[in-house]
């Protein structure tokens, strides 16, 4: 079962409801989508609490959801926006 996800509040909100969205969808905690993506759950949780990644820690966990980058960016955005 999937962890809850905080709302975030960051300055990378948009991302952080991108990835934890996609998470939750496919019912994945911190751990599994770690271990999928070859990164640290404390890593996952940071991102879905709008700290800033690198661009390569997004591709990691696009891979490890079995999604493309472009698609994580698009929600990003799409998220960002319904928030203005």
Do not use: C
């Amino acid at each position: 079962m999937a962890d809850s996800t905080e709302i975030p509040t960051g300055p990378q909100h948009g991302l952080a409801k991108a990835v934890a969205s996609l998470r939750v969808k496919q019912d994945l905690s911190y751990e599994q989508l770690a271990e999928q993506s070859g990164l640290a759950g404390s890593f996952l949780r940071s991102l879905e609490k709008g700290t800033n990644p690198t661009w390569g820690g997004v591709r990691k966990v696009a891979r490890g959801l079995g999604v493309p980058f472009e698609e994580v960016v698009a929600l990003a955005e799409k998220l960002e926006e319904a928030d203005e």
